[in-house]
């Protein structure tokens, strides 16, 4: 009986003793789905070359899985669209004078160049992809037309 009367008074003091951060975890776990579109034809996103399973340079804080179509933000901290997207494998992302920049597979996509445009939209809204913090569940769509 003495026993049990010390385990329940030791570890009703763990708490008071401020370490109730052992037990946290402060990672984020989002997902939700992602979709490019390019000049109206879906990219392969499910390509070994962009999952985190078979990537040599993926980020835990977005990333792609081979097992489902989702994209997982399991960081510290939220990400934007824009970072989101140049943290992917084999692409990148920059603006240049306000101009979205997209490099896919080292081809680039500049919204500088007519008739280029690029659209990044969260939930069928068009949304600014280097303010537009990603949600948990976001349908997120990155639209590239270049009329060729």
Not at 66 to 74: F, S
Request: proline share 4%; with cysteine.
């Amino acid at each position: 009986m003495n026993r049990r009367a010390v385990l329940v008074a030791c570890s009703s003091l763990l708490p008071l003793a401020g370490c109730t951060t052992l037990f946290e975890d402060d990672a984020i776990d989002k997902r939700g789905e992602l979709d490019v579109v390019i000049d109206g034809e879906p990219h392969d996103l499910s390509a070994d070359r962009y999952q985190a399973e078979h990537a040599d340079d993926h980020s835990i804080d977005f990333h792609l899985h081979e097992h489902d179509d989702q994209w997982y933000m399991e960081g510290e901290e939220p990400v934007t669209f824009a970072t989101g997207i140049d943290l992917l494998p084999h692409f990148e992302y920059e603006t240049e004078a306000d101009d979205h920049v997209v490099t896919i597979d080292d081809t680039v996509y500049d919204g500088s160049e007519s008739p280029t445009s690029i659209d990044f939209l969260a939930d069928d809204e068009s949304v600014d992809p280097t303010s537009y913090e990603i949600q948990d569940g976001d349908a997120l769509r990155l639209e590239i037309e270049t009329d060729e």
